[in-house]
């Protein structure tokens, strides 16, 4: 950097003034392109970076198989604009642009699908990305929401350079659905602005970065909105122009971090990257020896793929919540059994007992060649109950989950169930299906009529009625919301073998009646 | 059997009665019952409403209330007199004035002395405490019964026993009742969603908290005997026969201060007439005039309305005294004595046809007159109000603030389980413009299936929940004063701002009772008019007041006529510039009938053709009667004015006054309620016996139609006029002047600051841009070499900058800043202020180019008290002068107006390249000739009425063009047509002597062409 002296043209935030032939910007379309090579002289760097940005990841986490043929826009629930935060190519056509509140977007696309933006499973795709650029290197960092970085200077000769390595990138990401630009430069921070810009570049040498700043707009920055436009009002478009303000002038006003960052985009300042780690699971298969057809000849395979897990649980000192158990066949999808726990399990004994009862019920489809047993994502191990006095009670939920456990192992997992009372004035949906022990009791109104025990599923004509009517009417109108209107009157009578019964009648009385239940 | 409702909730409960007041009047009327007591909850919002259908029903209505106390019983009381009338509307107030608005707050304590005059019922819960109704029974000796409401929850006859034992316990009689929440039971749906928004939930879920049925309705009397013991039915007629009291005995409770001790209101009043008389005409008044001040100080005298006249004399005494320009409008204002008392500036000899309608004998009708004052210092009027009357007696009145579609059916997806996407959609579908009506074509095309289940009972319901009233808000300016403690006559809650309270009546309502009341109305003409007079007094001008300006001056109406009227009051918009023309007024009344004339009313009842037509001497004056003749002569036999529908009724169909006057409440009601069938028939049935055709009782009807909410009263259209001639002059002999006034009077009229100023420019003023060194806040007026003054941009156009900011720049000014760090550090200006300064190029004369000014301004340091900033050493940015386009778009973004070129200007080459005429070549073509044009928005209007037509003006740098749009075309672009600023059209021109349109056949969105360059459009609803 040059000595200051206030009375000169300044000293510019980069040293080497812009080529006055400077590429003219042209913006890449979205889509998979493959990166071009830029110039390249002088010093090769000692890193390079591979920044994959996914700039329609919001959307894309939520509609994995958006059709195109329906304009569709993501928008953020907590902004009270509910501005669009990223639409599809179609919304793009018809003028929507991100930042429009939705009731703009609605006037221009009245058809337009709208999703609300969900950062969990934005997170999850992008931890999914992550492992897609592990393929190439181990030093893979993320910049959340929607960019992979990835350091590959070590694998380029594995791949046969830079512009193949994006090239192996981008085909191995066709058929995925997901719109990523992807761009190459020695810095982490230049391929982010880079792969941002859209630009496709694969820069390989740090003194060529500032020929490219002309050509990367300042949105590539993503600094706040108000930042840019701030520079916007000074005449700054891009990073040349940037570059070329004073830059204690530019720190004065801006913040030393901002300067920062555009250094250790340049090369002038290192910026250590965060490595992302990929959580462990258990994933492990087993060729068998010969060919089995029956269920019993898998045991001695399964038993040593368990083996395994309860070491790998052991040394972690982790539980499971499930696994997969893939049966691989030749010549045909594999077979899949999957397993839940009522409760996380840390040893093999509970996996093994219902293991059994599956493969019990689970008739071979054809002869197994081998086996695969994958473990849902490690939970971190309670450990166990330490008071004494606890010791019992704990010991009885193990007992009834190990329990419900079998039960819904042997007779399907529809087939056991809690049964839960629902605010609901009509009496065919005053209660609800649970989680067995799920679920807490409402209060009903102390004053409120009395309702039988057993209730028929549907109620049923009750044409032979002797009894004598002892109180009613209640009568009950509503549910009209759901298209399932309810208009009935309904009494309690007695028959004559002394059984009360609950009765109604439709409004307007038509001349049938109804039994829907009887008192225990 | 007989029966009286005496617990019954309307939909002034918000969010919980699912049926108008009206409704319930009519149903208990039909069911046979022998009366009914309206029950809002801590509210008498609803009864005035509830009055007057139950007088027209003839169905004794008691008045009452349900109140919940926060710590103990339930309890519905009901005025047996006024004076329990007024205990109970200073009992709802206490409990309103205690908690925010829309709630109430009401312990044992507020009751303890209980409520003189009032009946009350005992509403026990689940499990009635005998201690609650002990205690009520302390507060109502002899006047408590215990309430028995049997609801068919399967549990009646049980409930039935326990309250009887109770009641017999306590020594309380007791009373049947039905908690009733809707006239019918279809409304049961309704009920519950009105329950789940109330609950801020959805309808499914809301559970336990819906009514199991629909037995909260008025019930017929068979049902209700097969429920109750006829002792408890006979009980509601015992308390019924109680109530004695009926809200017709609040009429006109007007205040008495404004006769000074020892003298009469008549002779007050005529007192304060001679003393205007002699200012209105010094040389005498004159002898006509003088004979109709006579009558009517006769009439008002025989009515007994002095302290009307007399209390709004004194309001605009107060304002003139103040120097604050007012004016009164309305029947009453426009008399010769309203004249000689100041209220209006409308002369009679200038309009001596228009007192038809002053104030009628036999018509049960209050006065009414509106006051607008300068809408900047109404305040000042309100406050010298609340000073005289003081709180207890002066009350803004209440606006019933009533769903309309995008609100209604907000509430309603929301209540249904529709997600947030779907609400807003469907909400946007009912936005086009106009939202009256929920189209079911819009629905379909905003990608709902009408047939589907949830979107079929969503549009059901919204269409129910339209017109229920939502909550109660502050009126703009209507006041009510009273004679007593006003908080005795109605209830008065807390409004949304603090320190502000409101009645719970509308002006309908109190119209309807006959209440004094005022509308205190803000205008923004008056505020411009009186600024504009004030930068011509001295030392600039030659000091000029209202009535100074010359009436009748013929280039003013040529002005009007080449309908040169950006500015103008009333006859600026584009509607009405397309008829100036055509009409061509060339005096005063023209100018009343202008006013009137472009309005939905009169042309949606096909009035404005034939008066052209008559005007132009194309078509004969002609009348289809001597009676008509002499209502209509004055608009060529065309009815123009609601009150010459009245008298054409009464006149030519023999209306009685007050059967005139109930049209006229109904006309101004159909089209949110109906009911103007029976006089439909009436109207037509007179007109053909008394030999009229029936292709004119037809057209007559349809006007009548066309009059509902949009009618315009000659009497205002005379004060309007007023304003609209005084505004004309000013525009023509003193544009700076004017032009200056409009800028710091905004917001006002149709126009935006750039529109005014362009305006101001092509009529030779010269414009000086907003200097940091030389302007004011406000626009000013300065010397220019020309001897016309120029216009100077004032600080408090610039957008972001605050006005506290701008005030302490110019205090702060002295002899000039030199730097921006001085202005910063002098003005102690924040740096959004400086920076909204930069943006507007404002600090140009202290650093350069915006850019610069702004490089400047990011540098300031805020100031630090104790550690002074020292001067920094630092580069200068290399930083180029903006283009001129972007500086044109920067400086539409901070002023909303540039002085550069027009943005189109810039555009033309590549316009031009594409076949597109300038506005000026527009105006010379012939008439059908093919146009290819287009400009930037300027504004959108979409009349109700006018068959669903678009008017779209356009503007580039040499001027307008107007476009007129059909619906077909309108809603096949429509995307182009809300979204574009910059928009081109092909079509073909239309034109009628001086009037000019394009026809659209296809219009294209060409925004993009003004990259990001934001001209302001204005959408008109």
């Keep these: 950097m040059r000595e200051e002296r206030p009375a000169d043209p300044a000293p510019a935030l980069a040293p080497a003034p812009l080529p006055a032939s400077a590429p003219a910007a042209r913006r890449a379309p979205l889509a998979l392109v493959p990166p071009r090579a830029a110039p390249a002289a002088g010093i090769a760097a000692r890193e390079l970076w591979l920044a994959a940005h996914f700039a329609r990841l919001p959307l894309e986490a939520l509609l994995p198989q958006t059709s195109p043929a329906r304009a569709a826009a993501v928008i953020d629930a907590g902004d009270p604009r509910r501005a669009v935060v990223c639409c599809n190519e179609r919304a793009a056509r018809q003028g929507i642009v991100p930042g429009m509140a939705l009731a703009g977007a609605l006037a221009r696309v009245p058809g337009l699908r709208v999703e609300e933006r969900q950062p969990a499973a934005e997170a999850a795709l992008l931890d999914r990305l992550a492992r897609w650029a592990l393929q190439f290197t181990p030093m893979v960092s993320l910049e959340p929401p929607a960019t992979v970085l990835a350091e590959v200077r070590g694998s380029l000769d594995l791949f046969g350079g830079a512009m193949a390595l994006c090239r192996r990138g981008l085909s191995s990401l066709s058929g995925s659905g997901l719109g990523a630009s992807l761009a190459i430069a020695p810095t982490p921070r230049a391929a982010l602005w880079l792969a941002r810009a859209g630009l496709g570049l694969t820069v390989t040498r740090t003194d060529a970065l500032p020929g490219l700043a002309a050509r990367l707009p300042l949105a590539c920055l993503q600094w706040p909105a108000e930042t840019v436009a701030a520079l916007a009002e000074l005449g700054i478009r891009n990073l040349a122009e940037l570059l070329r303000l004073p830059r204690a002038g530019f720190a004065a006003r801006f913040g030393p971090q901002r300067l920062d960052e555009l250094d250790a985009g340049l090369g002038r300042r290192p910026e250590p990257r965060r490595r992302h780690l990929v959580p462990e699971r258990f994933d492990e298969r087993l060729a068998l020896s010969c060919e089995a057809v029956t269920a019993a000849a898998l045991q001695p395979a399964l038993e040593r793929l368990l083996a395994n897990l309860e070491a790998f649980l052991r040394a972690r000192a982790c539980g499971i919540s499930g696994m997969r158990l893939d049966l691989l066949h030749r010549a045909r999808v594999p077979t899949r059994l999957r397993l839940a726990l009522a409760r996380a399990a840390s040893d093999a004994g509970p996996l093994r007992e219902l293991l059994r009862e599956r493969l019990a019920r689970c008739p071979l489809p054809a002869s197994v060649t081998g086996l695969r047993l994958r473990s849902a994502a490690l939970l971190p191990q309670a450990p166990r109950a330490a008071s004494l006095l606890e010791r019992g009670r704990s010991a009885d939920l193990e007992a009834t989950a190990r329990l419900l456990d079998r039960l819904r192992a042997r007779l399907g997992r529809q087939a056991v169930f809690g049964v839960r009372p629902v605010a609901e004035h009509r009496p065919e949906r005053a209660w609800r299906i649970v989680e067995p022990g799920g679920g807490t009791a409402i209060l009903w109104p102390a004053s409120a009529p009395p309702r039988p025990l057993w209730m028929l599923a549907e109620p049923q004509p009750f044409a032979d009625w002797d009894g004598v009517q002892i109180s009613g009417p209640e009568r009950i109108e509503t549910g009209w919301w759901d298209g399932h209107d309810v208009r009935r009157d309904y009494y309690v009578a007695w028959t004559r073998a002394g059984v009360r019964l609950w009765i109604f009648r439709e409004r307007p009385p038509g001349d049938g009646w109804f039994l829907h239940g009887v008192f225990g | 059997m007989a029966y009286a409702e005496l617990h019954c909730l309307s939909n002034f409960t918000f969010l919980r009665g699912a049926s108008h007041p009206e409704e319930l009047v009519r149903r208990a009327r039909e069911l046979g019952y022998a009366a009914l007591a309206l029950t809002d909850e801590c509210s008498l919002a609803g009864v005035v409403r509830a009055h007057a259908a139950a007088r027209a029903a003839g169905l004794p209505l008691l008045v009452g209330s349900e109140f919940a106390l926060a710590d103990g019983p339930r309890l519905v009381a009901l005025a047996a007199s006024r004076r329990g009338y007024g205990a109970l509307a200073r009992f709802i107030t206490r409990g309103r004035r205690a908690a925010a608005k829309g709630r109430y707050r009401l312990a044992r304590a507020d009751l303890a002395a209980g409520l003189e005059d009032c009946l009350a019922l005992w509403l026990p819960g689940a499990t009635p405490g005998a201690e609650e109704g002990a205690w009520l029974a302390e507060r109502f000796p002899g006047r408590l019964w215990l309430a028995v409401e049997l609801l068919t929850t399967g549990t009646d006859r049980a409930r039935l026993a326990e309250l009887l034992t109770l009641a017999r316990s306590l020594g309380l009689p007791a009373v049947a009742a039905g908690d009733v929440h809707m006239h019918q039971r279809r409304r049961r749906a309704l009920q519950d969603t009105l329950t789940a928004v109330r609950l801020k939930t959805t309808v499914a879920r809301a559970g336990l908290a819906l009514y199991p049925n629909g037995e909260r309705v008025l019930r017929p009397l068979s049902r209700l005997a097969e429920l109750y013991p006829p002792e408890l039915l006979e009980a509601t007629l015992e308390i019924a026969a109680r109530c004695r009291f009926a809200l017709d005995e609040l009429r006109y409770e007007y205040p008495e201060e404004v006769v000074p001790v020892g003298t009469t209101p008549a002779a007050h009043l005529r007192r304060l007439?001679?003393?205007?008389?002699?200012?209105?005409?010094?040389?005498?008044?004159?002898?006509?005039?003088?004979?109709?001040?006579?009558?009517?100080?006769?009439?008002?005298?025989?009515?007994?309305y002095e302290r009307y006249f007399l209390t709004v004399h004194d309001l605009v005494a107060f304002a003139r005294g103040r120097d604050i320009l007012c004016q009164g409008r309305g029947s009453a204002a426009n008399s010769a004595a309203c004249y000689a008392l100041g209220i209006t500036e409308v002369d009679p000899a200038r309009m001596n046809l228009l007192f038809e309608r002053f104030l009628s004998r036999e018509r049960n009708e209050p006065p009414d007159i509106d006051v607008d004052f300068e809408h900047e210092r109404r305040e000042e009027v309100i406050q010298y109000l609340y000073a005289k009357y003081g709180r207890a007696r002066a009350a803004l009145t209440a606006t019933v603030i009533c769903y309309r579609p995008k609100s209604a059916v907000r509430d309603v997806g929301k209540a249904l389980g529709l997600d947030p996407a779907q609400v807003e959609r469907l909400a946007s579908a009912m936005q086009w413009w106009d939202g009256r009506e929920i189209e079911d074509g819009r629905i379909r095309e905003a990608g709902f299936e009408l047939a589907n289940p949830l979107i079929a009972r969503t549009l059901a319901l919204t269409r129910e929940l339209q017109g229920f009233p939502r909550h109660l808000s502050q009126h703009t300016g209507g006041f009510v004063i009273s004679r007593g403690s006003l908080e005795e006559l109605v209830p008065i809650e807390n409004a949304a701002m603090p320190e502000r309270t409101v009645i719970q009546w509308d002006k309908d309502d109190l119209d309807q009772l006959g209440l004094l009341k005022v509308d205190v109305l803000g205008l923004g003409m008056l505020s411009a008019i009186r600024r504009a007079l004030a930068l011509l007094s001295p030392p600039r001008g030659r000091g000029l007041r209202f009535q100074d300006i010359p009436p009748e001056d013929p280039a003013v109406y040529d002005m009007i006529c080449r309908a040169d009227t950006v500015g103008v009051f009333q006859i600026e918009s584009r509607a009405q510039m397309a008829m100036l023309p055509r009409l061509k007024p060339r005096c005063y009344y023209d100018l009343v009938i202008e006013v009137a004339i472009v309005r939905p009313g009169p042309i949606q009842g096909q009035m404005v053709h034939p008066y052209l037509r008559r005007r132009s001497g194309e078509e004969p004056v002609v009348y289809p009667g001597p009676e008509v003749e002499s209502v209509l002569s004055r608009t060529l036999g065309v009815p123009i004015f609601q009150e010459q529908v009245m008298q054409l009724a009464m006149v030519a169909a023999d209306f009685t006054p007050g059967e005139a006057d109930q049209l006229r409440r109904a006309m101004a009601a159909w089209k949110r309620r109906g009911g103007l069938e029976p006089f439909e028939a009436k109207l037509k049935g007179r007109l053909r016996a008394k030999g009229y055709s029936q292709e004119f009782a037809d057209r007559i009807f349809q006007q009548i139609l066309g009059f509902g909410d949009y009618g315009f009263p000659e009497s205002h259209a005379a004060s309007f006029a007023l304003l609209v001639y005084v505004s004309a002059w000013l525009k023509h002999y003193e544009p700076a002047a004017f032009c200056c006034a409009l800028l710091n009077s905004q917001p006002m009229g149709f126009y935006a600051p750039a529109q005014l100023v362009r305006d101001a420019r092509t009529h030779g003023v010269t414009v000086r841009g907003a200097d940091a060194n030389t302007s004011a806040v406000?626009?000013?007026?300065?010397?220019?070499?020309?001897?016309?003054?120029?216009?100077?941009?004032?600080?408090?156009?610039?957008?972001?900058?605050?006005?506290?900011?701008?005030?302490?720049?110019?205090?702060?000014?002295?002899?000039?800043?030199?730097?921006?760090?001085?202005?910063?550090?002098?003005?102690?200006?924040?740096?959004?202020?400086?920076?909204?300064?930069?943006?507007?190029?404002?600090?140009?004369?202290?650093?350069?180019?915006?850019?610069?000014?702004?490089?400047?301004?990011?540098?300031?340091?805020?100031?630090?008290?104790?550690?002074?900033?020292?001067?920094?050493?630092?580069?200068?940015?290399?930083?180029?002068?903006?283009?001129?386009?972007?500086?044109?778009?920067?400086?539409?973004?901070?002023?909303?107006?540039?002085?550069?070129?027009?943005?189109?200007?810039?555009?033309?080459?590549?316009?031009?390249?594409g076949g597109w005429l300038t506005a000026l070549a527009v105006a010379g073509l012939p008439d059908g000739a093919a146009v290819r044009t287009g400009g930037i928005v300027v504004t959108r209007q979409r009349p109700g009425p006018a068959g669903g037509v678009v008017f779209v003006t356009l503007?580039?740098?040499?001027?307008?063009?107007?476009?007129?749009?059909?619906?077909?075309?309108?809603?096949?672009?429509?995307?182009?047509?809300?979204?574009?600023?910059?928009?081109?059209?092909?079509?073909?021109?239309?034109?009628?002597?001086?009037?000019?349109?394009?026809?659209?056949?296809?219009?294209?969105?060409?925004?993009?062409l003004l990259g990001s360059l934001q001209a302001p459009a204005r959408d008109f609803r």
């Design chain 2, 273 to 304: 007439v001679a003393e205007g008389e002699a200012r209105r005409w010094p040389g005498g008044t004159p002898p006509a005039v003088a004979a109709l001040i006579g009558r009517e100080l006769a009439l008002i005298a025989e009515l007994g």
């Design chain 2, 778 to 913: 406000d626009s000013t007026l300065e010397d220019a070499e020309s001897g016309a003054p120029a216009l100077r941009l004032g600080l408090g156009l610039v957008r972001g900058l605050s006005r506290a900011g701008a005030e302490r720049l110019v205090a702060a000014r002295g002899e000039g800043y030199r730097t921006i760090a001085e202005l910063a550090r002098r003005a102690a200006l924040p740096r959004h202020d400086l920076a909204a300064l930069a943006r507007a190029g404002a600090l140009a004369g202290l650093a350069g180019h915006r850019r610069r000014a702004g490089w400047e301004v990011l540098g300031v340091e805020p100031e630090r008290p104790l550690a002074p900033s020292p001067l920094r050493a630092e580069g200068l940015p290399l930083l180029r002068p903006p283009f001129e386009g972007a500086d044109i778009v920067a400086d539409y973004r901070a002023l909303g107006l540039t002085l550069g070129r027009h943005p189109v200007a810039l555009l033309r080459p590549a316009l031009a390249a």
């Design chain 2, 955 to 1008: 503007e580039d740098e040499t001027g307008y063009v107007n476009l007129v749009i059909w619906s077909r075309i309108a809603d096949a672009e429509r995307r182009a047509l809300i979204g574009a600023r910059l928009l081109g059209v092909t079509g073909r021109m239309q034109r009628q002597g001086e009037v000019r349109h394009v026809v659209v056949d296809t219009l294209e969105d060409r925004s993009a």
